[in-house]
């Protein structure tokens, strides 16, 4: 407690030093003799955690609440007591973290998956409403995860990794996209330390033999830079700026590498006093140096959305190696490494900077979604998947307004995260000057300019295939589809029929009862379902996943046994049959999920076929006929023969090929017909786990220039 009231004591005045004092004396008394698995007095752990956010210089209620944060949930005091001894502030900012406390992320195995899911997404939700509502409710959150992830190592292995886990995959991530650096790596390297405690045993060691090596080198670097400076009346200082173990090893298995085949761990930041300086200190370096071509960014200018700002530059300083160099002032480098935690710094007359709310902009726009649409839990999930939790590339407007979006973003995704209208009116785009794909993926530096009519009749339905990659971010989805939602529901309808019959034709089902098809989605009403697929919550490529577990199965009249499949096939139940060879008619080739039946052929075994092939519906010994279910592993691939349409050009078998590879299929077999009207047939067998599998590449298959038709064929 010594080391906190000391350095509060150095930035915040008497009265606050005061309150963090009394909320101290208020949690030992609180807490008592209680003990944390380390054996250690609980008060320990709500002290470190105010010492972390003391050490951001935190104002002095987010550090009374750090104090106080676990004494609601752990002790007999309420948020009441908490309330009329400091107030109202103090009091909210302890029930948002009582609150998260109560949030259990990894649920227990013993319970459904779905439901489990589901409780997941909701308590996530939560913890960014809780956000919503005032930013230092999960600043204390992140601070809290801190202390508990450093000691670990007291509890039980089981739940070392459960909770390692929760950090990588919401903590990190989290204090990444809050820009608050100086947590965020903390947090990554100790989820890697126990998640994968070998590698990273092996990636520390290598990392402390090479550090004398890497210190020697900055060192050399770092006083060359200071003499040139000094010679420049720029007052500098020069700092080595070491990678994190977890980084290293994502750069190692990236790019199939070890770490002594890693040349860019060399990393140098040069802090100065004024903006002009920066720019002179970035001249002074490519002088020196030879900068790397493409190897320079300029978020002064154009500062992230985050608030970041710096010069960023690559060069090849001594003995040819590359090196990262940044270039910021004191100001730009507190906000780098604290992000969001930087403008709740104490300053003498305020305590919020009035850049916090353009600062959280995304987290509004996600509240602000959230309440538009009405979305369930797992949506709102699916977008911090896409839209937060992701790397980010950043992009600029003709006007040199920088944006911020998902990696593998499009230049549809720009368009709708410009405005909604701008991407209901979009027919085309440009990026860095020329015309460009809808689906193009945009990549840092990009200038998009986004080509609108007046005379556009709305998005295209296309856009809400994922096959077709038209559109990454759930936010640009959503709006799509509340567009087609607003059309005449009769038009939604005759779309959605048209869609779900082209699909099943394409697939080989089209006997199948549409009512069927709407009950695996739980529509009881057909036209509730063909609305859906109209204005595009339901995809064609959906289709074949949802059918394949929800329409019936033959029921069995004995109970099943195993027969083993030739090497082509995967396994199939029989029922009533003993030890005999089952193998896939040619004729109809079946995938796991397509209703089958099997064929007792004379000397050899059963032959399954899908139940509206023809050879059995035609067959004059029924009793021949038994009932057999799919039991499939994961490495089971089966052989299904496409047919593809197209108008001949150079390259069509290449760009068809390519998208087989994507999938990483194998191709049994290709034959090309090239008819008198330039019409290219091409019959091809691939080798798929399922139904859904084939969906998708069909639908990739249909999106290749000049291909006009996709269907499923007999072999």
Known sequence: MDQLLRSVVSYLPAPDVETIAAAHALADQAHGTQRRASGDPYVSHPIAVAQTLADLRLDSASIAAALLHDVVEDTSLGLRDIEQQFGVEIARIVDGVTKLNRVQWLADEGRPPSAREEEWAENLRKMFLAMSKDIRVVLVKLADRLHNMRTLAHLPVEKQRRIAQETAEIYAPLANRLGIWEIKWQLEDLAFRYLEPEAYKRVARSVQQRRGERERYVARVANILRAELTKHDIQAEV???????QSIYHKMQERGAE?????????????VDTVPQCYNTLGLVHGLWHPLPGQFDDYIASPKESGYQSLHTTV?????KPLEIQIRTGEMDWVAEYGVAAHWRYKEGRKQDPKMDSTITWLRQLMDWQKDVAAGA????ETLRTDVFEHQVYVFTPRGEIKELPTGSTTIDFAYRIHTEIGHRCIGAKVNGRLVPLNRPLQNGDITEIITSKASRGPSRDWLIPAYGYVKTSHAREKIRQWFRRAAREENIARGRELMEKELKRLGLTDLKLDEVAAAFQHERLEDFLAAMGYGDIHPQQMASRLASALPKPEPSEPPVTAPIPERTGSVRVNGVGDLFTRLARCCNPLPGEPVIGFITRGRGITVHRVDCASVQNEDEPERLVPVQWRTSAKDVFPVTIRIVAY????????????VADEKLNINGMSVVVQKDQTAVLTTTVEVPDLEHLSRVMARIEGVRDVFNVQRAAE
């Open 378 to 381: 797992q949506a709102f999930v």
């Open 239 to 245: 700092l080595g700026r070491p990678k994190h173990l």
């Open 316 to 320: 090849v300083a001594l003995d040819g």
């Open 259 to 271: 770490i002594g085949q890693i040349y860019d761990l060399h990393a140098v930041r040069i802090i």
């Open 648 to 659: 001949d050009r150079e390259g069509l078998v290449r760009d068809v090929g390519a998208i």
